[in-house]
């Protein structure tokens, strides 16, 4: 899992912070030419005023020309006498140890700046533009959708652009932002479904399960379904699939393994029917969990959506829970919303996960439509079924 995208984001990285450091000596080089143009033109600028002070000495004559250069000088002596004259009692002369301990704070602070500037560097958002396309290129390649690719953009934008960074330090503050932004993806909250189902006063509780054909549905219920049995929680499965050939044999061949009542009605049957007859008989017989396998679809078949929104009618199913292959990438996120927006899903979960080298559904998909993921599908067998962490996918993102 992530391995294509684990690769692809730690090559990114490094490669913007190899542009960041291989701009870094040039702006080194800027920096210490400036205050050495400053000092030589301080050093004009007082040389000019010495030079306007004290005149050539010229013969002494009585001249007009030797008369302004003697009014020059008293001009001159006269302003720094009112310079450093007190002109009024309450005003005190700065003692000489004062005017030391400023001048070498301002020297501490005029060389602060400079060790500052030669041993940090800064990122303008014009250079910021550039260097992201790395990165938006390695996310965008492994299915990450458009929308968390922006909002990683703008993470990192607020954290890197324009703020001094340490040299050599580039690389950790990339990589610690994109961790935070990462785990930001995952802030809806959690849905414990053993707890949720346990804190059920009045049984049963009902999962209505949706999502596109061949997308993991009916082999997720019977994962599921071996989850609840192995926390003592009795399951009754509903076959409301009547669309799909083979649909209701599948079903009950995991009620067979798993030795749980499947409730059916034949092809072409109504489905919403089917998962009222299951509810009644979960009430019935005191079980706890009602699984509603519903028919594929896609968004564009206006007749089954109807159907699927029947089904959601009758059962008022106390979790809708969207299934979507993760390999699918951007296509299963694009799924998922369009699930959402006809009947509302409350969570997600992404089969085929433990084949997914590129992880971008994994990364998107909560993100995007709001709802958590609750299970991941890691292979064929009743027990390969996992629950989300988030902590796990920033392991093996290596963040």
Same mark, same amino acid.
């Given at each position: ?69 003697? @009014? ?204 009222? @007859? ?9 079980? @706890? ?13 206006? @007749? ?96």
């Amino acid at each position: 899992m992530f391995r294509f995208l684990k690769d692809k984001l730690k090559s990114a990285i490094s490669s913007i912070s190899k542009k960041v450091e291989e701009e870094a000596p040039k702006e080194e080089a800027e920096t210490k030419e400036k205050p050495e143009k400053r000092l030589e033109e301080k050093k004009t600028i007082k040389k000019k005023r010495i030079d306007k002070a004290r005149p050539e000495e010229k013969e002494e004559d009585k001249s007009e020309t030797t008369k302004e250069i003697k @009014d020059e000088k008293k001009g001159f002596f006269s302003k720094l006498k009112d310079k450093f004259i007190v002109k009024e009692e309450s005003e005190e002369p700065k003692p000489i140890e004062e005017l030391k301990e400023e001048k070498e704070d301002d020297k501490k602070t005029f060389f602060g700046r400079i060790k500052e500037k030669v041993t940090t560097t800064k990122i303008s958002e014009e250079k910021f533009g550039d260097l992201f396309s790395d990165l938006e290129v390695a996310l965008l390649e492994n299915n990450v959708a458009f929308e968390v690719v922006e909002k990683i953009k703008e993470d990192l934008k607020k954290d890197i652009v324009e703020k001094p960074i340490k040299r050599g330090d580039v690389e950790n503050k990339i990589r610690d932002t994109l961790k935070e932004s990462i785990e930001d993806l995952f802030l809806v909250p959690k849905i414990n479904l053993i707890e949720k189902i346990k804190e059920k006063e009045e049984k049963p509780f009902v999962i209505c399960f949706v999502g596109v054909n061949g997308g993991g549905k009916t082999t997720s219920i019977g994962k599921v379904a071996y989850l609840l049995k192995k926390n003592s929680l009795s399951v009754v499965l509903s076959a409301s699939d009547t669309f799909r050939a083979a649909s209701i044999e599948q079903i009950k061949e995991w009620g067979s393994k798993l030795n749980i009542r499947v409730i059916a009605h034949d092809y072409g049957s109504d489905p919403a029917a089917v998962a009222f @007859d299951a509810i009644k008989y979960a009430k019935a017989h005191n079980i @706890d969990t009602v699984l509603i396998d519903t028919a594929g679809r896609l968004h564009s078949n206006k @007749d089954l959506v109807r159907e699927m929104q029947k089904i959601v009618r009758i059962a008022k199913p106390d979790l809708k829970i969207f299934v979507g292959e993760a390999i699918t990438g951007n296509d299963c996120v694009e799924q998922a919303k369009e699930f959402n927006d006809a009947v509302g899903i409350d969570g997600i979960i992404l089969a085929k996960s433990d084949v997914d080298e590129k992880g971008g559904a994994i990364i998107s998909t909560s993100y995007v439509i709001h709802r958590p993921i609750v299970y991941l599908g890691t292979g064929q067998n009743p027990e390969d079924i996992k629950e989300f962490d988030k902590e796990e996918v920033i392991r093996q993102l290596n963040l």
